[in-house]
């Protein structure tokens, strides 16, 4: 079938219009409206280094993680030792990802053993010390459940990172993990760069609070603070002189409801005084615990906790069904906005926390741009005239091949909606000298069988099917080069191998198909018996 003129002909027209419709959005800018709906609507991406934007590497902080996973089995491990009536003095969380509990009897040991095994598999006893009569006991998690804690703790980061950019609007982030414990986060384009890095790093756990207004916040603050409260602080603007200033609580420990259970959270001005804040709605088992937490607590004040901080504490009035609440703090349009969204997409299971950031501004981008299409054209200049110098009309073959290899991968970017980066376009270059050796591999071999004294006919078809096993191999030889730093890199090398990929496929098609069909098209229409080589 392909060895039909006129249908490599077609083949070679039909990839060449394909090429031209993916890339008509990058290269007009405005397309008239009756048109676009049968365009496409992206162009070809520009990376971090060319657009400009930013760069975040981040550590996840998987300790604390376990911690506070272990802070809630001690609440949880309370409850469960209370309800089995095994005698105990104290259960806390101790320094690191340990539970301290000091039985009162060396019977109690049995009892522990046996509400361990049947609701807190995960826990182990790590050591047994006597004390006044009873025992010290110190539980940690098992080292299999603390690994798997520690991969689920960066899987969810990483997806929650991910909403969290996908919502404040950023296209094409790159959002990858590097190690154990580390995201490398790309914005391109990002205009503010603040913003966005403490939309992406605030941890956004949700809390709701009783306030403990029984037990004296003087007292508490001077050291003397209850069992089972903490001190946390909110803010509050002086009407007078504008200035925030920090308001101490005493709140009871226990987290009374998570924004785990958030359906949506969403901004919304107030009636009132014009300023925003952000309502949220719980889900179907949020509203019902909300429902029982409102009714039994009735007069009692609420704080609502961001992150430690408390943003509010209003008195519960009365029961509140239906699982709708306001959060208000004199917030900005903008910092309601970015509350919302990181409600919206959960909170962080650990603190974040950042090890590099870079910023590259949009002018130094522009200046990468120009450098590296400055760069391209006299490459590709110098290659075209070495080319038409040496091998003549042959090298005008060979140089509309490599215009076309430059014009093709270009559409593939665009088609597979991939970022153009710098070393991406080193890729191109990379790629454009490979086109050449093919070229120069096959034109070698035709001149060695004119010199035997075949004809011009022949020797297109015995140069060309003996260069054809040496230009594959040396072509999968570099993809699958390609293929290894496109997996084991990260960033630039990245984005040189994806290029170097689609340039090396490209080339493949142009300097074997492409040219044939032009040397085909002329020796068999126009009958040349001499080629100019």
Known sequence: MFKSLKIRLAITAVVCLVAVYFLIPTFISDIPSPWNRYLPKEKIHLGLDLQGGMHLLMEIDTDKALEAMMERTSNDLKESLMDKKVRFRNVEKSKGATISLELTDSEGKTALEKVLKEQFPD??????????????????????RAVDLKKLTIEHSLETIRNRV??????EPEIIQEGDNRILVQLPGV???????NLIGKTALLEFKIVDDEHSLDEALRGNIPEGDVIAYGTREDKS????????????????????????AKVQISDRFGEPHVSIKFNSQGAADFDRITNENVRKRLAIVLDGVVHSAPVIQERISGGQAQITGNFTMDEARDLAIVLRAGALPAPVIILEERTVGPSL???????????????SLLVFLFMLVYYRLSGLVA????????????????????????????GML?????????????????????RTGKTARLSLDTGYDRALITIIDTHVSGILAAIVLMFFGTGPIKGFAVTTIIGLCVSLFTAIFITRVIFDYFTQNYKIKKLSI
């Open 365 to 379: 981008g522009s200046d990468s741009i120009r450098q590296g299409i400055l760069a391209t054209i006299i490459g």
């Open 241 to 264: 002189s504008g200035q925030r200033g920090q308001v101490p609580y005493l709140l009871k420990s226990k987290t009374l409801l998570t924004g785990a259970s958030l359906e949506t």
């Open 123 to 144: 826990l182990e006893i790590a050591s047994t010390t006597p004390r006044d009569g009873g025992q010290l006991v110190s539980l940690k998690i098992n080292d299999k």
């Open 166 to 171: 996908d919502q404040f609007g950023v296209a």
């Open 399 to 426: 140089d509309i091949a490599l215009a076309a290899n430059i014009f093709l991968i270009l559409a593939v970017l665009a088609a597979l909606q991939a970022s153009l980066t710098l070393p991406g376009i080193a």
């Open 430 to 450: 990379l790629t454009i000298g490979v086109a050449v050796d093919a070229n120069i591999l096959i034109f070698e071999r035709i001149r060695e069988e004119l």
């Open 191 to 197: 205009k503010d760069p603040e913003r966005a890095k």
